[in-house]
Structures are given as structure tokens and as C-alpha cells.
């Protein structure tokens, strides 16, 4: 990407000139734009910031040669790295991650990210350069009308021109980002409004706009309404996403499931809120998740979601998608409720608020008979599935021993950061977690490209977990160039690449649906741990079984950055799976 | 496309901030999912500030909820109601220009004009522009009388579109702007309050 400057640099000095000159003197220039800028990230208690400086957003970049003691700016190697990794930081942190970019392609590199970031709802808050506000729409060097090419995948967004409405637009951008359903706000900063003198008053930060209701009213009647379906129902079954964790109602949850008994199933979003060896946490949901959430979502007389979107990886096919239970759905978001399914009760509300008040309205049961149906389940995809994958006999290795063997290693503490494909099936659904926040992956969007970078991003929040990236060979080729940020910032990040010598997934498909014409999924590496060496990052390669538990522990025990690179089967498939247009009843477990 | 049956005209009515870049926030949600708007009107609403939308579109109820919710959940939106052509006072404003010397000579013309309700804007020497309000069908029979007589020119606005069961917004907003809301205004409307049943 080219950095050149434009030809025409305003002065600060000349700007100031400019300014009206019957300006009081209390509301004398104290700050430039940029400077306010960094003081408000400051103020909104940011501490890392992962950009890439360039010629729209220098002004920036020379106010943080000021604070760099107070800002931890983390020099990614693509902006795409960039969102990404403040998307890591986000998620395993819960604070809103923060990105720098410049204008033009620095501004539409963060895209991907930022439809990422939407559709999974990370709060972010990415501030783009812009040029000069006279040559907007004048096809200036690195224009780009980020605004409008942004809009469909924020949450929010706006262009600033002056310098004086930067404190308002950030505090507006912070409060919006992390306040109810969060998601990913763009802010973009002409330059003149970076290097304009103004009158930077205390910074208020933002807690009420008129036009936006993150929280809604509770209401105790919906909640008499589902606490009598749940207190009368015989077969109730629970599934949750992600809202448990963006709620932070892991605990209210747990309360929730523990008194009424019911079993529970999570989208991949949601892993981690229980932890997995909790007796009441019966397993995933969806197109490769577990075989009894699946076919016993068409068997619950009462199904309660919580914080889900029943995307429709989760429902396949929709018209066959529990007909014959009534829906009660707990969402902070208006319009997931009744967007796939009929509600019977909606409960519109923070589901931190929401779950103790339901909590208090249900019975205490145990429901018994109806756990042993799912047990039932899983010993059968134990028997059909899982036993080969966890603890095969064939001579080549399987990406569920290296699971297998990871969870020996680490006992469900690391923060497990995943790609997109076979492997990211494989690791949300064998690893195992004891806490929430621990399973970062591309849910909604399935962005390859996406592990390495938020593998960086995810240690910078959570410094005092391991951090371990599984990636699979067809993504990790898409941002490889992020081992430069690992190389420069010393972030300890494992990472293994789960070597199958395919795009795997599209493989699966191409196999079962498409009368195996492997079309252009054969996809050649390169000598991983050769390139890791290159950027001074230790690596090794595994090609047998009886090297894999050495290889993971000589990983987890190196003082820093670590790639491992398993060799595993190249034509496995993921199981169970519910084919695409099939209902989850008919998920086949071969 | 096969033809629904329970498709027909809904008026969604928007109160929103005045913010550049709004507009394309709201058509992008109807561009998405491929719905034409048939209809966009922005204006200002009976408080100073606050902007209205009235788009028209043809849909079944179930995609015009689902899209007055995604509207309403842009930040800069207050409030997204929609109505069937029943349920509200609609008017679009037409403009007819044709030859002065036909009107002049013809005075057939002038009779279909008076009964079709038109009102001469501009007389000049060679060309007349007369202005009808009223519903799609009438602005349209008009052009259907005037096309044998050298219709030159013919343009329609947008809708504008007044809810008969709607108290205004003024109060709403006193609400809006309070920190705390009362659950008129924090619960949402689709609520329908009549069966207690959740429409959205």
C-alpha cells in the first residue's frame, strides 16, 4: 500500500490563523484533534490500539509518539490484521477493541473485519484517516467514501470534518459500540480536523442518545407467561449463544439451568458460557454439532433460547425446525425475535436482568428421564463418531487427537482462537473450556484469515491466559503476514496449523454433494515452520502420533511464540452433519 | 417471483434524526433484501428537528414488520410505524405540462381538466402546467386524458401519508428524551397491546 503524502500539507499554524478570531479566551485552542483523540481513548480506558499508520491519518500517529507510554499501539501488517486482532482483544477481553487505519485502502481493508465484527456482535470502535474535508468527493490520492461503503456492516458510523466534533462523535462511537447488542462503530476523521487547533473542554463521555434504546423495560408478564410454559413442560431443552457472555450473565445462567434442570445446548458463539464438563451442558448445536441437541430439538415439548439468533447453520432447514415446540426467546435485540421462528413468549430484555427474574419463577425439577435421552445420544455418537476421532486406531492422525491431546495439556484454561472449516468444527467441538470467553472463532461470518490475527489480538486482552490458534492450511495462508506482529511485539501466541493439504471443508462438500470433483480445493503450503523461522518464531512439525504430545507440550512450554504444524489426514470428514435443506432430526452421523 | 396474495401497500413512517448519511442507513435495508421502494418521501414532522419518512412499498405484513423493526434499530431513528393504505390520509401531488394553443382552442380540454380537479400553475404562450392532488388513480387518469392532447411533460411526487389513529409525536419525543423512559416508549410498539400479542 502506498503511503505517499498529498501535495498540499496544511500547517497547523495556518489552520489556527483561520479559526474565528472573536473566540473567547476561556475557550481558547488547548488541543489539536488528534491530541483529543488520544485523550478520549484514554478517557474511555483503552489501552491497546492495533492500527497501521499511513498519509490521511498521520496526525494521529504523531500525537501517539506522545502517549506511547500511556497506549500500547500494536503495528499490525494489514488492516484486515488489524480489525481482526482488535476483534480477539474484544472478545476475550469484553472491553471494546480499538483500530487505526488511514484512508483509502487502509479504510477499506478494515471491511471484512468490520462484517465480521457486525454479524458477531464485537464492540469495536475504528478510526480512519480521511483527506483534507475540502477535497472530499474531488477523487483525492487515497479517497474513498468509507462512510457509505461502511455502512451496511456498522453499527454506526460518521464522518468528521471539525475538529470540535470529536469529543461528541467518539463518546457517541464508545457508547454505541458496547451498549446493548454490541457491534462495531467506524468514526472517520477528515485530516484538517486532525490537525485543527481547538477548545478541547472535559470529556463527558456518552450515556443516554434520544434516538437509541440499548436497554429495554422488562416486562414481568412475559416472564409469568414463559416460567408457566417451563414449570409445566415435560421436555424443555435451553440452547444459548453468545448473548450469555456479551450479557456477562454467565453466572445468572448458571443459576437458571441449575434450578430448573433443563438440559442445554450452545451455538459456537456461545461455548464456553457453561463450562463443557458441567452435568447440564449436553453439547452444540447445528450443522456439526452433537447428535442429541440436534434430533431432540424436534422432541422438546418447550424450547427457551437465550441470547441466539437461530442462524441457520443452527435451524437447517427452517419449516422443519421444531414445529412442534413453543419458543420462548430471550434476546436484548427486537428483531431476532420472531425473525426465523414463531415466538410463543417473547422476553425482550438484558438477559442479565431477564434470567434472575425467571430464575425466580421456575421450579426446581431435575427432569431426569428426559437427560438420559440426550446421554442416550451421545453414546451413540461416541460409538459412531467420536471415539475414532478422539482416540483413532488408523495409522494417520486425526484433528480431534490433536484436540484430544490439547485438553490433556491445557485442562480447558486456554483461550482457544479458531479459523474457518473442518478444523474449527473439530475445535469447537472437542475442546474443552472452563471458562467463558475462551472460544474465539468467525461464527456469522466465516471469515478465513481470521484465527492469527485475533489469536494476537485475544492475548493483548486476556495477557494472563495461553493463547492457542488453530488454524487450518487454507486460512493461515490468508493472513501469514501477522507472524510479523507476533515477530516485533514478542505477544506469546501458539499456534497450530492443522495440516490437511486441502481446503478441507469445501472438499467435505465437493465429496458428499458434488460427486467428489475436487474443484481447485487442493491446496499447496509451504514449508510452515521454515517461514515461522524467518520471523524468528520457534516451530515444529508433527507428522506421527507418537510425536503429537511431545510436540503440543514442547509448544505450551516455550517461552513465547510457537507454531506447530500437525500433518493430519487429508480426506476426513466432519460428523454428525445435517446436509444443507435437511432438517437437524435428519442429521446423519456418517 | 410468484404472487402472494396477502402482498399489498404499506405506508412506514419513520421519525428520525437529521443526520447526513441516514437515508442511505434506511434504503440499504430495503436494497438488501431486494424490495424496490415504490415511494420515498423525507420531510420535516410537526417538531422542529425531527424528519420524517414515509416510504411506500408492496409486501406481505410479516417482511414489513420485520423491516420497520431493522429500521427503527438504526441508532438515529426514533420511531417506525407502518400502515395499510386504510389506516392512513395519503395524497401525491402530480404536474401536467401541455401546449397552450390545445387547451386554448379545445374546450373539451378545459372541461376534463375542471372535472379531473386540476388547477392551472403556469399559463404562457406556449405551454400550459396544470397540478392535480389526490390518490395514484386519479393522477393517473389525468394523463390518460391529456396523452391524446400533446401531453409534454409529466411528473408525480412521492407520497405523503398522514396517520388517521396517530396522536403526533410531540409527546413520544418528551419521552424519548427522558433518561429513564416509561414502557410506552422503552417497550416497543409492536406490542399489540389489544391481544397482548407480539407481532414484530
Not at chain 1, 40 to 50: P, S, Y
Not at chain 1, 533 to 548: F, K, M, P, T
Not at chain 2, 38 to 49: A, D, F, H, K, R
Request: with cysteine; aromatic share 8%.
Amino acid at each position: 500500500m502506498l503511503n505517499n503524502e498529498p501535495t498540499t500539507i496544511a500547517e497547523p499554524e495556518a489552520l489556527a490563523a483561520a479559526a474565528p478570531s472573536d473566540m473567547e479566551e476561556a475557550l481558547a485552542p488547548n488541543a489539536t484533534g488528534a491530541v483529543a483523540v488520544l485523550n478520549i481513548l484514554l478517557a474511555e480506558g483503552v489501552d491497546t490500539i492495533f492500527g497501521y499508520p499511513g498519509g490521511a491519518i498521520i496526525p494521529i500517529y504523531d500525537a501517539l509518539y506522545d502517549f506511547k507510554d500511556q497506549l500500547n499501539h500494536v503495528l499490525v501488517r494489514h488492516e484486515q490484521g488489524g480489525i481482526h486482532a482488535a476483534q480477539g482483544y474484544a472478545r476475550a477481553s469484553g472491553r471494546v477493541g480499538v483500530v487505526f487505519a488511514t484512508s483509502g485502502p487502509g479504510a477499506t481493508n478494515l471491511v471484512t473485519g468490520l462484517a465480521d465484527a457486525q454479524i458477531d456482535s464485537t464492540p469495536l470502535v475504528c478510526i480512519t484517516g480521511q483527506v483534507f474535508a475540502h477535497l472530499l468527493g474531488t477523487d483525492a490520492f487515497q479517497e474513498t467514501d468509507i462512510i457509505n461503503i461502511t455502512t451496511p456492516v456498522t453499527k454506526w458510523n460518521y464522518q468528521v470534518t471539525k475538529a470540535e466534533e470529536i469529543p461528541e462523535a467518539l463518546a457517541k462511537a464508545f457508547y454505541i459500540a458496547r451498549s446493548g447488542r454490541p457491534g462495531p462503530v467506524l468514526i472517520d476523521i477528515t485530516k484538517n480536523a486532525q490537525l485543527q487547533p481547538f477548545h478541547f473542554a472535559p470529556y463527558k463521555p456518552c450515556t443516554h442518545i434520544r434516538s437509541y434504546r440499548p436497554k429495554p423495560i422488562v416486562r414481568t408478564e412475559y416472564l409469568q407467561q414463559a416460567a408457566a410454559l417451563i414449570n409445566q413442560a415435560q421436555r424443555p431443552f435451553v440452547l444459548w449463544g453468545q448473548g450469555v457472555i456479551l450479557g456477562a450473565a454467565e453466572q445468572e445462567f448458571k443459576a437458571f439451568i441449575e434450578k430448573s434442570g433443563i438440559p442445554a445446548a450452545w451455538t459456537i458463539l456461545g461455548a464456553g458460557a457453561l463450562p463443557t464438563n458441567h452435568p447440564l451442558n449436553v453439547g452444540m448445536l447445528g450443522m456439526h454439532g452433537n447428535y442429541g441437541p440436534n434430533v431432540l430439538t424436534n422432541e422438546c415439548d418447550v424450547l427457551i433460547a437465550i441470547g441466539m439468533r437461530f442462524d441457520d447453520r443452527v435451524t437447517g432447514r427452517l419449516d422443519k425446525y421444531a414445529r412442534q415446540a413453543q419458543i420462548i426467546h430471550l434476546d436484548i435485540d427486537p428483531t431476532e425475535i420472531g425473525k426465523n421462528v414463531t415466538t410463543a413468549v417473547p422476553v425482550w430484555g438484558d438477559c442479565k436482568e431477564t434470567l434472575p427474574l425467571l430464575t425466580a419463577l421456575v421450579e426446581a425439577k431435575s427432569h431426569s428421564e428426559w437427560h438420559q435421552r440426550f446421554q442416550g445420544y451421545m453414546a451413540e455418537e461416541v460409538d459412531a463418531v467420536i471415539k475414532d476421532e478422539l482416540f483413532p486406531t488408523g495409522e494417520e492422525l486425526t484433528m480431534g487427537e490433536v484436540l484430544q491431546q490439547l485438553n490433556e495439556l491445557t485442562q480447558g484454561e486456554a483461550v482457544i482462537v479458531t479459523d474457518v472449516g473442518q478444523h474449527q468444527m473439530v475445535a469447537c467441538r472437542y475442546a474443552r473450556f472452563n471458562h467463558s470467553r475462551s472460544n474465539i472463532t468467525s461464527g456469522g461470518l466465516g471469515t478465513m484469515g481470521f484465527a492469527l490475527p485475533a489469536a494476537i489480538g485475544a492475548k493483548f486482552g486476556a495477557a494472563e491466559r495461553p493463547v492457542v490458534a488453530i488454524i487450518g492450511d487454507g486460512g493461515i495462508q490468508m493472513t501469514i503476514q501477522e507472524l510479523g506482529t507476533i515477530m516485533q511485539t514478542g505477544v506469546d501466541v501458539k499456534i497450530i496449523i492443522l495440516n490437511n493439504r486441502f481446503l478441507g471443508m469445501v472438499r467435505q462438500w465437493q465429496e458428499l454433494f458434488h460427486t467428489r470433483r475436487y474443484s481447485f480445493v487442493d491446496i499447496a503450503s509451504p514449508d510452515y515452520v521454515t517461514v515461522a523461522s524467518g520471523y524468528h518464531i520457534a516451530g515444529q512439525r508433527v507428522e506421527a502420533r507418537e510425536d503429537l504430545a511431545y510436540g503440543l507440550r514442547q509448544m505450551l512450554e516455550h517461552p513465547g511464540s510457537f507454531l506447530l504444524e500437525v500433518m493430519v489426514a487429508k480426506e476426513n470428514n466432519i460428523f454428525p452433519m445435517v446436509p444443507q435443506g435437511c432438517s437437524v432430526a435428519e442429521i446423519r452421523l456418517r | 417471483m410468484s404472487h402472494q396474495p396477502d402482498r399489498q401497500e404499506y405506508n412506514i413512517t419513520a421519525y428520525t434524526e437529521n443526520q447526513v448519511g441516514l437515508l442511505n442507513r434506511i434504503a440499504i435495508i430495503f436494497s438488501r433484501r431486494k424490495i424496490n421502494i415504490e415511494s420515498l418521501n423525507v420531510s420535516p414532522s410537526e417538531i422542529e428537528g425531527i424528519h420524517r419518512f414515509n416510504i411506500v412499498i408492496t409486501e406481505t405484513e410479516d417482511v414489513v414488520s420485520k423491516l420497520a423493526g431493522q429500521i427503527e434499530k438504526q441508532v438515529e431513528v426514533l420511531k417506525v410505524y407502518y400502515n395499510t393504505n386504510a389506516d392512513v390520509i395519503w395524497q401525491e401531488m402530480a404536474l401536467y405540462k401541455v401546449p397552450t394553443d390545445v387547451i386554448a382552442e379545445k374546450a373539451s380540454v378545459e372541461r376534463l381538466l375542471r372535472e379531473n380537479g386540476a388547477r392551472a400553475v403556469v399559463i404562457r404562450k406556449d405551454y400550459t402546467v396544470f397540478e392535480t392532488t389526490g390518490h395514484r388513480e386519479e393522477t393517473d387518469a389525468l394523463i390518460a386524458v391529456l396523452q391524446p392532447y400533446g401531453l409534454i411533460e409529466f411528473v408525480r411526487s412521492a407520497r405523503i401519508a398522514i396517520i388517521k389513529g396517530s396522536n403526533g409525536f410531540n409527546s413520544k419525543l418528551r419521552e424519548f428524551e427522558r433518561r429513564e423512559p416509561g414502557e410506552d416508549v422503552a417497550e416497543n410498539e409492536f406490542l399489540n397491546s389489544r391481544d397482548a400479542v407480539f407481532t414484530m
